[in-house]
């Protein structure tokens, strides 16, 4: 049975003269492949349709015995003309769907995740956003909505508030924070921990409670962005068991 999608093209190739696979990410389905037959030569059924990069309303089948996924014909919504527009911004939009497909999203977690890359992408497409921050903003972002969710706000053994002063420690296995106090009772943070202000744990809630066109307007510290990004990627690095290296996200 067909059934009628909006689905964002990733990456599309061609084969034989005429006939393409393309590689959609949806909100029900995640990523999956699937085939356009004719898609490179048809000028009704995909126009505009089979670009990396587009938002289209496919009618998406399969073939007689249920084996792939067969793109019938496509409606196109949006192609963000203004990431492509910039290189910069391209690279950006580059990055975050490069981390999306290395994730190896379950379907069944495809939803959050993909309605956070289609706005994120939307943001991009304003013009908006600074290669400072959005990269790794979008991968905490992504981290916490697949359940990896920290408490940047309490000392997770008495509950204290995060507030002034040092001896903080952040525990990236339990997603906890230790105030000073429990960490000089010898109260320990199993695994990894790393020692952080209370000036970054309010960025770091901040970054997890936000949208990505909020993303446009932050100005951060440098010293608070460098220590951020840097629990972040140790974050990812230990949760999702990614990290980037040498312009790709390789495994951990």
């Not at 991009?124 to 600074?130: H, K, Q």
């Amino acid at each position: 049975m067909d059934a009628t999608e909006k689905a964002l093209v990733l990456k599309v190739g061609c084969f034989r003269e005429a006939d393409c696979w393309v590689r959609l990410f949806t909100a029900s389905r995640g990523i999956f492949n699937a085939f356009a037959f004719g898609g490179s030569r048809s000028r009704r059924r995909f126009v505009g349709c089979l670009d990396p990069l587009s938002l289209v309303l496919f009618s998406i089948g399969s073939d007689r015995r249920g084996t792939y996924s067969v793109l019938n014909e496509g409606s196109l919504l949006h192609n963000f003309s203004g990431i492509r527009a910039n290189s910069a911004i391209t690279g950006m939009a580059a990055n975050c769907v490069r981390f999306v497909e290395a994730v190896e999203i379950d379907p069944s977690d495809a939803a959050p995740v993909y309605h956070l890359l289609l706005k994120t992408l939307y943001m991009l497409d304003a013009g908006s956003g600074s290669p400072d921050v959005v990269p790794w903003f979008f991968r905490a972002r992504l981290a916490f909505a697949m359940g990896h969710d920290p408490d940047f706000e309490n000392c997770g053994t008495c509950g204290r508030p995060v507030g002034g002063g040092q001896g903080w420690l952040f525990g990236v296995e339990q997603g906890q924070v230790l105030c000073p106090a429990c960490h000089s009772a010898g109260k320990p943070l199993d695994g990894l921990a790393r020692p952080v202000s209370p000036g970054v744990l309010r960025a770091l809630e901040w970054i997890r409670v936000s949208e990505p066109d909020d993303w446009a307007r932050v100005a951060m510290d440098r010293e608070v962005r460098r220590q951020g990004s840097q629990l972040v990627e140790l974050f990812v690095a230990y949760h999702l068991g990614l990290s980037w290296d040498n312009g790709m996200y390789k495994k951990v």
